[in-house]
């Protein structure tokens, strides 16, 4: 019932940049926290930054000052803008949303998305 879909991924050089897309669609009530994720060969999938419904921000200390999240609820999109980016943050990276979605007439069920992915890979 609701779907997030991911862009910007591609090839850059170290010390390069790139935009992060996350799209939230179908039925959506509410969006609560919206973060980005991202996830290595042989590792856990790991927190990059997190952005809740009033705006406050979290960051991964690897990419802090690095990184920048950004909401735009009229949209229902994410965006992480990622500068300065080293080797290490090579990775699929992957949208995570969360809020209500509408059952029925007059009840509300909270939701948890997964997006496909999108591959970041730096150069160096």
Known sequence: QVQVVESGGGLVQAGG???????????ILRLNSM????????KQRELVA????????????SVKDRFTIARDNAKNTMYLQMNSLKSEDTA??????RG????GDNQQR???VWGQGTLVTVSS
């Open 92 to 97: 699929v990276y992957y949208c995570n949303v």
């Open 110 to 112: 909270n939701f948890a």
């Open 35 to 42: 973060a980005w994720y991202r996830e290595v060969l042989g």
């Open 17 to 27: 940049s790139l935009r992060l897309s996350c799209a939230a669609s179908g039925n």
């Open 100 to 103: 209500w979605t509408q059952v």
């Open 50 to 61: 997190a952005v809740d419904s009033d705006a406050s921000t979290n960051y991964a200390d």
